[in-house]
């Protein structure tokens, strides 16, 4: 059963205006959320974290934004540019053993039209 | 460049044959983690070490499954007897300490194509 669910397969969004992809969770044990942005052929890189005490994170032009009654979260990226295309996929960590691996959702990708 | 890189980066193999993948972590992280991504899915957490030790390995998908970080530095996952169902993305990363959050870098992965 998928714990970290991103049920938008694809998202297309014009160059310039707001980007939003959602995510969701099942396990209340999660701690840490971490947004991975991954290109064709090369593995999967950081964006931007958040930890379950926080509910809103900023970094330049990314925003994540955690609820965590609705055990959802939200990647804000404003403007959007060309190069934001790629697939985004959230991850969740559980802190009760200390940094454990990720937990990954199925991913989004994301297409910026000009 | 000072990335985490795999080796080989793209392995065919036939059924029933062993297979090892390497990764060298960034030289001053402790932490390393092997994932496997098959197709339409998010990577999947396969095991991890902090140094030469391996602190989870439950799940490891099948006895055939087994990885080593002997000095705590580059790592290999071993398949034995591959099977079809081996075919994915084996992505190896690493990390700087053992808080929570810290950033996980990955490298680009070694494709198995198992025939």
């Known amino acids: 059963d998928q714990q970290v669910k991103q049920n938008s397969p694809s998202l297309s969004v014009q160059e310039g205006r707001i980007s939003i992809l959602n995510c969701d969770y099942t396990?209340?044990?999660?701690?840490?959320f971490l947004w991975y942005k991954k290109y064709p052929a090369e593995g999967p890189t950081f964006l931007i974290s958040?930890?379950?005490i926080k509910d809103k994170n900023e970094d330049g032009r990314f925003t994540v934004f955690l609820n965590k009654s609705a055990k959802h979260l939200s990647l804000h990226i404003v403007p959007s540019q060309p190069g934001d295309s790629a697939v985004y996929f959230c991850?969740?960590?559980w802190g009760g053993g200390g940094a454990d691996g990720l937990t990954f959702g199925k991913g989004t990708h994301l297409i910026i039209q000009p | 460049d000072t990335g985490v890189s795999q080796d080989p980066r793209h392995k065919i193999t036939k059924r029933g044959q062993n297979v090892t993948f390497r990764c060298d972590p960034i030289?001053?992280?402790?932490?390393l983690y092997w994932y496997r991504q098959t197709l339409g899915q998010g990577p999947e957490f396969l095991t991890y070490?902090?140094?030469?030790?391996?602190?989870?390995k439950s799940r490891l998908l099948s006895d055939r499954f087994s990885a080593e970080r002997p000095k705590g530095s580059f790592s290999t996952l071993e398949i034995q007897r591959t099977e079809q169902g081996d075919s994915a993305m084996y992505l190896c990363?690493?990390?700087?300490?053992?808080?929570?959050?810290?950033?996980?870098?990955f490298g680009p992965g070694t494709r198995l194509t198992v025939t």
């Open positions: 990363a690493s990390s700087r300490g053992q808080d929570l959050g810290v950033e996980q870098y």
């Open positions: 030289s001053e992280h402790n932490r």
């Open positions: 070490f902090q140094n030469e030790a391996q602190l989870e």
């Open positions: 396990n209340s044990m999660f701690d840490y």
């Open positions: 958040i930890s379950s």
């Open positions: 991850a969740a960590q």
